[in-house]
């Protein structure tokens, strides 16, 4: 299914996709320093969604997705602060720990169903993130860790400036999507969507429906901690807050509204609406309701998210381009 | 612990305990008979609040008359709800589930924008006598939820026995197919399901207005534990919440006192897990009261 609307977007071949990587690379010359930091933001939500949408293909939609990017951070930023490992070591380091913890997590829930899944990953989520504010010793409370050290200068190039860092992160943000879409291709992939399809047909198959599941959380939550190594080393800082129920839904509301049936979804709803909630920061204080109601009409009106809208679109342009000429 | 302490804690716990399980029956009810979920549940508890506060503290309504009014306000949301968002998405868990955590965000600003941000509102105390016993005094105003709580419930279960709508509502939680085929209409069974469980929410919160300090994001404090109630009392039964209700109520209520709030939430949690790793479905299982 999903294979047959890619071939969609495919109009054109890769033209489009270069088009929008030489963009990128050129974007950052020209822009505002604070519209390059707006740019990098955009990488790790990508990342996070990306990811996201990976748990999301087992049906598991857990909510402990944004903690395991503060899991990275922490992890991340700790080894690079406490004890001296270097940044771009601390990084992948920081995403193992988040794959572990989402194990972790899963494991003991594996049994239960539905509701009491999604409720209990929230619950065990807030577990993590009240240890991090309980304990200033060594999480340092509610104002966090300050001071985690920028990545270093390698062969000249100093990647605590801020050019660097964004093609330091663009480079990862394509690497994560490359090894995602490697996966989701892939026969565990092909599993994963049997599974969120029909779990006893897949069971009967011969897949192993619990592995799959932890496998599917291990690998998001690698990736989900990678996006928080990405962000701790560049805010210099973390804390909590960062990493609460608000940020959760703002996830939710990104995967939604973009769609979550093809890979693309996901970057087309973090590249709308967080534009959108770049653009409505005049409006702070009623922000939250219009998000909070854009996810609930697209729910209700629009199942597959604004890509389902744009395959949808698509498939009507191709099919009137069809018959066009016979009508001539 | 000095005895007059633990009677205070007592006394605290109990009625958590009937605060928890006001709440968390209704979001039980409304899972059992939706197979929905409803993040949105503890702003349902936050709306009673406010409208308390609007009606009593700013309005000079008598106290009882804005409880009343916040049962009714809460019943009216609980329909909105059922009926805007739950019934176009039947059947549909994920996108009900998720599309009430939307709803988080949309009652949270409504409230922060006529009402105001942050600052929590006082709301002077109807009652001012105590309970004093063994040299405890326990605010007749903090225990005013329990008995309302007792009968509530109580009620809830003799109508879900007794009554004929309420056996209907069982038996759509039970098997809607089977439910619809003798003639039940399904839609107004949970159109009545949300409607009690917001009536529930509301006045539980309205009843604790007057305790719990008031902001728009209370909603979001008070679902967590509501949430854990339903999924260790078993999604759907009644009588499991309120048994997880006093649990937690009494497991929150004495860690906040000895040690802090945050700890109670981590310790609720862990318990939660552990529950659910030995028994999935809960403590009461699925089946419906």
């Known amino acids: 299914m999903s294979s047959h609307s890619l071939k969609k977007y495919k109009i054109g071949g890769l033209a489009p996709l270069i088009l929008v990587l030489s963009g990128l690379c050129l974007v950052p010359f020209f822009l505002r320093a604070y519209l390059v930091e707006v740019a990098m933001m955009y990488f790790i939500y990508i990342i996070l969604a990306q990811s996201y949408r990976l748990i999301v293909t087992v049906h598991d939609w857990q909510l402990y997705h944004i903690v395991l990017y503060g899991v990275g951070a922490y992890t991340s930023g700790m080894l690079a602060k406490n004890l001296g490992v270097p940044v771009f070591a601390a ?30 990953t929230y619950g065990l989520a807030e577990l993590i993130r009240l240890t991090w504010l309980k304990f200033r010793n060594p999480f340092g409370g509610s104002t966090g860790i300050i001071d985690i050290p920028w990545p270093p200068v390698i062969a000249g190039i100093d990647f605590s400036d801020r050019i660097p860092y964004y093609f330091f992160s663009l480079g990862v943000m394509l690497l994560v999507m490359l090894m995602l879409y490697r996966i989701e291709k892939s026969r565990i992939g092909d599993s994963f969507k049997a599974i969120s399809m029909d779990p006893e047909l897949a069971a009967s198959t011969g897949i192993n429906i619990p592995r799959h599941r932890l496998m599917a959380c291990a690998i998001g939550g690698f ?46 709803g973090v590249s709308v609406m967080h534009t959108l909630f ?44 069809r018959v066009a000429p016979v009508e001539t | ?52 506060y609007a009606l009593y503290a700013l309005g000079g309504w008598p106290f009882w008359w804005a409880v009343a009014a916040a ?37 949270e600003v409504l409230v922060g924008e ?22 405890a005094a326990v605010a007749f105003q903090r225990v005013l939820v329990i008995p309302f709580a007792i009968v509530s419930i109580g009620g ?16 759509v939680a039970q098997d809607p197919e089977a439910a619809a085929l003798q003639g039940i209409n399904i839609n107004r069974m949970t159109a009545l399901a949300m409607a009690i ?19 728009p994001s209370l909603g979001g404090h008070i679902i967590l534990p509501a949430l854990i109630v339903v999924v260790v009392g078993g999604m759907g039964s009644i009588g499991g919440a309120t048994l997880a209700a006093v649990i937690f109520g009494f497991v929150m209520t004495f860690v906040t006192t000895l040690v802090d709030g945050v700890t109670a939430v981590m310790v609720s949690v862990t318990v939660m897990a552990v529950v659910l790793a030995i028994r999935p479905q809960g403590l009461m299982g699925r089946v419906i009261a």
């Open chain 1, 91 to 120: 990084i992948p380091l920081g995403g193992a720990m988040a794959g572990l913890v989402g194990m972790a997590i899963t494991l003991p829930l594996l049994r239960t169903k539905g509701w009491g899944f999604y409720i209990a």
């Open chain 1, 223 to 268: 990736f989900a901690g990678v996006a928080g190594g990405l962000l701790v080393h560049r805010l210099g800082a973390v804390d909590p807050k960062l990493f609460n129920i608000t940020t959760t839904l703002y996830l939710l509301i990104w995967v939604v509204v973009g769609g979550t049936n093809t890979f693309w979804g996901p970057i087309i």
């Open chain 1, 278 to 321: 770049e653009l409505s920061r005049p409006l702070i204080e009623i922000r939250p309701m219009f998000f909070g109601l854009s996810m609930v009409l697209v729910l209700i009106f629009l199942p597959g998210g604004l890509e389902g809208l744009i395959s949808k679109a698509v498939a009507r342009l191709q099919k009137r381009d």
């Open chain 2, 1 to 52: 612990m000095s005895s007059q302490l633990l009677i205070q804690t007592i006394a605290n716990a109990i009625a958590a305990s009937g605060m928890l399980a006001l709440i968390a029956v209704g979001l039980t009810l409304a899972f059992g008979v939706m197979q929905m979920a409803n993040l949105a549940h503890g702003h349902f508890f936050m709306m009673g609040a406010y409208t308390v």
């Open chain 2, 71 to 107: 049962v009714a306000v809460g019943a009216v949301i609980g329909l909105i709800v059922e009926r805007g968002i739950f019934r176009p998405l039947q059947g549909d868990v994920v996108s009900g589930f998720i599309a009430t955590a939307g709803l988080m965000f949309v009652f």
């Open chain 2, 114 to 135: 006529i009402w105001g941000w942050g600052l929590s509102r006082p709301i002077p105390s109807p009652y001012m006598r105590a309970f004093r016993f063994m040299g």
């Open chain 2, 156 to 171: 809830l279960m003799f109508f879900m026995r007794r009554f004929r709508l309420g056996r209907a509502l069982r038996a």
């Open chain 2, 197 to 215: 469980a917001g009536a529930y929410a509301g006045l539980a919160g309205g009843l604790m207005s007057t305790i719990y300090a008031i902001t």
